[in-house]
């Protein structure tokens, strides 16, 4: 397919119901995107300004710095003890990747693209940008032979589903059969709030416990959009199998895909300093605690959510039924329609608003009559 039989733009749609929250007296509260909103960090903001004389092209590979404090970072933060240089790469944040990756691994017509069926819409605008078919399946039993690429998101967007090391090797085995690369988006991985998640850390598919010892055809993606507050940055990275990613670091440095060298600078800091991390997560933390029974005492149920930065919530409705409530108490939602056919009835609600507007909007929830 080309770009121009892309469908329009979803977020198109949600325009009238952004205008009827608006008109709320007290105003609109906009929890309908996962921007973040709070500062990003000083001591980051610090080191980009300190690598500005940036007068010569940056490395795709990413400088060594950047490579080992990603490495490191897999260590600490994610049980990953043993990647070497060689098995990661810098990316202009996790969305690019995301789309491209189909593309840059050479699928096309014939080849599927498994995601799941509840997702990120670019896992399938990637797929078809590549002309390969995207089938959205969660079982690993169901992924089909033909299947070249398989997405898992743990934590999900926008579900919160959050696989455990025992279905992340089953499903490291299931690809290993198919003979497919299995790609692990987890850029959401620090923020575990319910179940296991409140005292465990959340798994990498590059865990040693699910790998079986080989790295093979495996891909962890990350974003410190999430954790950092650097969306604007755009500064992400893949880790995994150094064939793959060679692979992938040939056909990018041709593309002339480059992160900045002052943002790689600003990502080997946010990579070494975890207080940063840490207190952003206790604000999320805050806000999802102020929200969540509020959207309960509504009537609505929270499915899934026990990681990430969303409310997964339904209210038995349609999702737009839902959004046009959710609007006439000033509040912009996402309509479960966005993120597959199976989510007709579910609406999204981001923690990613100030602490003061999601307090508002539960003030307004546990007074609404819905």
Known sequence: MSVRDLADYPWDAVVPYRERAARYPDGLV??????????????????????TDAHAYPQTVGTPALREAIVDW?????????????????????????????????????????????????????????????????????????????????????????????????AVQRARELGA???????????????????EPIPSVLDPRVTGGTRANLLSVYSLSKQSNLAGYRAAFVAGCARVVGELLTARKHLGLMPPAPVQQAMVVALGDEAHVVAQKELYRERRALLLPAVEAAGFRIDGSQAGLYL???????????????ADLGILAGPGHFYGASSPEHVRLSLTAPTDLVAEAARRLRGADL
């Open 30 to 51: 906009d929890l309908s995107v996962g921007s973040p909103v709070d500062p990003t960090p000083e001591v980051i903001r610090q080191a980009l300004a300190e690598a």
């Open 74 to 170: 897999y260590a600490r933060r994610r049980g990953v003890p043993d990647l070497r240089v060689d098995n990661v790469l810098p990316t202009i944040g996790s969305k690019e990747l995301v789309a491209l990756l189909p593309t840059l691994l050479g699928l096309g017509a014939g080849d599927i693209v498994v995601h799941p069926r509840v997702a990120y819409p670019t896992y399938e605008v990637g797929a078809r940008v590549a002309g390969a078919t995207p089938l959205a399946a969660d079982d690993p039993a169901e992924w089909p032979e033909g299947a070249k690429l398989i997405w898992i998101n743990t934590p999900g967007n926008p579900d919160g589903r959050t696989w455990t090391v025992d279905e992340l090797a089953v």
């Open 181 to 199: 690369v299995l790609a692990s988006d987890e850029c959401y991985a620090e923020l575990g709030w319910d179940g296991p998640w409140a005292d």
């Open 312 to 326: 997964w919530a339904t209210e038995g409705r349609d999702a737009w039924e839902s959004m046009a409530r959710l």
